[in-house]
């Protein structure tokens, strides 16, 4: 069966400010056209899906991650990803894969 992975992004921030840094971390990548929450693969009937630690789905069209990190300490942005069928038909075990760019904006 399919298996959870998780991603653990290190994230660190010097502002020189006391505090909490707002931090939004942007997914962006093809969606895949049967299943839009999914991020299309090479690989026809199979998708992949992101999402937060609680999980909540995060889109392939701009979703984002938010958080809040402590200035001048090493912090760790978590996102769990798993394959999907996206026919609703399961698909045959193989390989595939995918791409998407993740962008750290420092608010």
């Known amino acids: 069966g399919a298996r959870t992975a998780e991603l653990a992004i290190p994230v660190r921030c ?34 992949v899906v992101v999402t937060d630690s609680q999980n909540n789905i995060i889109s392939p069209a701009g979703g984002t991650l938010p958080l809040s990190i402590p200035d001048d300490a090493d912090s760790i942005a978590r996102m769990n990803v798993y394959p999907v069928s996206t026919t609703g038909v399961p698909p045959e075990t193989g390989r595939f894969e995918a791409t998407a760019t993740v962008r750290i904006n420092f608010d």
């Open 14 to 47: 010097n502002t020189g400010n006391a505090g909490l840094v707002n931090v939004n971390l942007s997914l962006t990548a093809t969606t895949d056209p049967s299943y839009p929450q999914a991020i299309k693969t090479s690989r026809p009937g199979v998708g």
